[in-house]
Structures are given as C-alpha cells and as structure tokens.
C-alpha cells in the first residue's frame, strides 16, 4: 500500500506543478504582452516624432534654392548661364555675411535659365584661390581665378561674363535682377 500512495503524491505534484507551471505561464505572457505593446507605442510615437522633424526639414530645404561648390568647379558647371557666390559662411557676426545670406537665400530666376550657387571660402579647398592682392577680374580659367571679399561672378557657356565685388554690389545684383525681372 505504501507504494500506491507514493506513485498518488507523485502524481498529485506532478499535477501541481502543472498547475503551477501554467500560472507562471500565463503571468509571463501577460508581462511580455505589456512589455510589447509599451514598445510598439513608444515606436509608432517616436516614429512619428521623426516624421513630424523631416517635414520641417523639407520645408527648410524649399527656402534654400542654391546649391554650395567648391571654387575649383567654378569652370566646369554643366549649367549654360549661372552665377557664384564668393563670401566666408563662417563669418556669422559680419554684415556681409547676412546681407549675402539674404539675398542669396532670396535669389530666384523666374525664366530658371540661371542657376545659383555659392562658395563658403572658410572651407580649407577654396582658400588657395583667396588673395589680399589686386584680383584678376576676366579670368579665363581656374587657375587664373583669385577672390578679395565677397565676390559674385556670372558665368556663361564656362566663361566669366560680370566679376562684382562688394556684398552691397552682389545684393543690388541679387536684388536687382529680381525686381527687374517681375
């Protein structure tokens, strides 16, 4: 008889443990539920956030209708008529500087035929091309070109055609061809 009730209480903790087991089971289900749907949340959250940060970002992007070159490309645009922008980006607190941003960042050409772009001479590629000596205002290739201060140059066909100096000059330039052409 002894051996009957040994094989009954093994079977009873045999099922008990089930029954354990089966509680221990569903809890961490539940936990790892939980767990899932807090993460799904934050995801589609941030997500969200993210999508919400790159409209902005396009938004900020449709303002700025000019693109950055390096000096030595000057030449050799595919561009038939376009115009260069030559100033130091990284002088934030100089006039100039705003006052070529703005007009710069202003620029449109309605008839799209001239395209604009600009050279941050702060950036160490542009800096050979940087002199405080008399500039040479028809050069015919890059390695005759050499800028003094902000400096816009309009290119046709590769060619220089009209070499200002002057961030008043460039803005009068910017600004004027926009209003003359309205």
């Known amino acids: 008889m002894k051996k009957n009730n040994v094989k009954k209480h093994i079977k009873v903790n045999i099922d008990n443990k089930k029954i354990e087991l089966s509680t221990e089971l569903k809890t961490a289900l539940w936990t790892v539920g939980i767990v899932l749907v807090v993460l799904v949340s934050f995801y589609f959250i941030a997500n969200g956030m993210s999508d919400y940060n790159k409209e902005e970002e396009k938004e900020e992007e449709s303002i700025i209708q000019f693109t950055e070159i390096l000096a030595g490309s000057s030449f050799n645009r595919e561009d038939k008529k376009y115009i260069v922008v030559y100033f130091d980006m990284d002088d934030v607190d100089s006039d100039d500087t705003s006052t070529l941003t703005s007009a710069v960042t202003g620029y449109h050409d309605p008839e799209d035929s001239t395209a604009l772009y600009t050279c941050d001479l702060s950036k160490s590629f542009n800096k050979k091309y940087i002199t405080d000596k008399e500039v040479n205002r028809s050069p015919k ?17 590769g060619n220089v055609k009209e070499y200002i100096t002057g961030a008043k000059e460039i803005e009068k330039y910017l600004v004027g061809d926009l209003e003359n052409n309205e």
């Open 141 to 157: 290739d890059i390695n005759e070109l050499s800028i003094n201060g902000p400096t816009l140059i309009r290119f046709e066909d």
